[in-house]
Structures are given as C-alpha cells and as structure tokens.
C-alpha cells in the first residue's frame, strides 16, 4: 500500500465528510448527502484523485480497498461534523427530527461511539462494492474507446 495516497485519500475523504455532514443537516437535502455519504464517497474521491491524475492505473482489488478506507475515514468525519450539530439543534427545537440524537448522547457517550463505528464498517463495505463497481464501469468505458480508435485508424 502506497502511504501517501493513504494519506491523500484520507484527508480528501474526511474534508468530503465534514461538507456532507454539514450538508445534511438542510432538511430535503439531508437524505441524499447521508446516502451519498453511505454509498458513493469511496468512488467520489478515488475519481477526484484519477482526474488530477495523483494515482495511476488501479486494478479492481485496490479500487475496492481504497474505496473501502475512504468510505470508513468518510463517515467518520460525516459524524464528526454532523453528530455535534443535530444535537444542538434538537436539544433546541424539541420536536424536530434530530432530537432522537440528542436522545442516543443522552444514552451515553460510548454507545453513540460504538453506533457509529458500526455503521462506519458498513458505508466501508458499500464504498468498497461501489468502488470496485466504479473500477469495472471505467475499464470497460477504456476498453470501447480503445475499441473505437482503432476501428477510426483502421478505416483510414
């Protein structure tokens, strides 16, 4: 494993996170960050990174590892910044749709730890299959316009 685009990862997975937590927290929106959050920010940052050309060529395995480890580092940092803030809220507006998170802090603190390393492990496992998905639509995207060039220099 590459250390540096651990590093790299990590810090562009945490900052994606942090803005979908925060972006959560808007009513209609909340559900599609959450769910963007849970299945396809694995994919999101390894794209990023593909498009600024920081990583090379990745085979199906790596994808799905690096998928997996964004995933995980993401949704940690999607409850660092979203956990706080819904607790706030519903220990302000007592009717509001985030008082059953102040209600899980008011449970105790190592519980609500607890929940979210699980539900970290597994938007780590739904980024890792996205990811690994991701690899495969792109491979084969390559290989059809690989396809097509050579049919382009092959007529001329």
């Known amino acids: 494993m590459n250390l540096r685009l651990l590093k790299q990862i990590s810090i562009l997975s945490v900052i994606l996170g942090a803005i979908l937590g925060l972006v959560t927290l808007i009513p209609y929106i909340g559900v599609l960050s959450f769910l ?3 299945f396809a920010a694995g994919s999101l940052v390894l794209i990023y ?5 920081l990583i ?38 007592k009717t509001s749709y985030y008082l059953g998170i ?32 991701t690899s495969y639509a792109i491979s084969l995207y390559k290989s059809q316009q690989d396809e097509q060039n050579t049919d382009k220099t092959q007529q001329r």
């Open 36 to 38: 963007i959050c849970v």
């Open 49 to 53: 990174l593909q498009k600024l050309e």
């Open 102 to 133: 102040s209600l899980m802090f008011r449970m105790g603190f190592f519980i609500t730890i607890l929940m979210i390393f699980f539900v970290a492990i597994i938007a780590a496992l739904m980024n890792g299959f996205g990811s690994m998905t």
């Open 56 to 93: 090379g060529e990745l085979d199906t395995r790596a994808w799905s590892i690096y998928g997996a480890i964004s995933g995980f580092v993401a949704f940690i940092g999607f409850s660092i910044s979203f956990v706080p803030l819904a607790t706030i809220i519903g220990m302000i507006v």
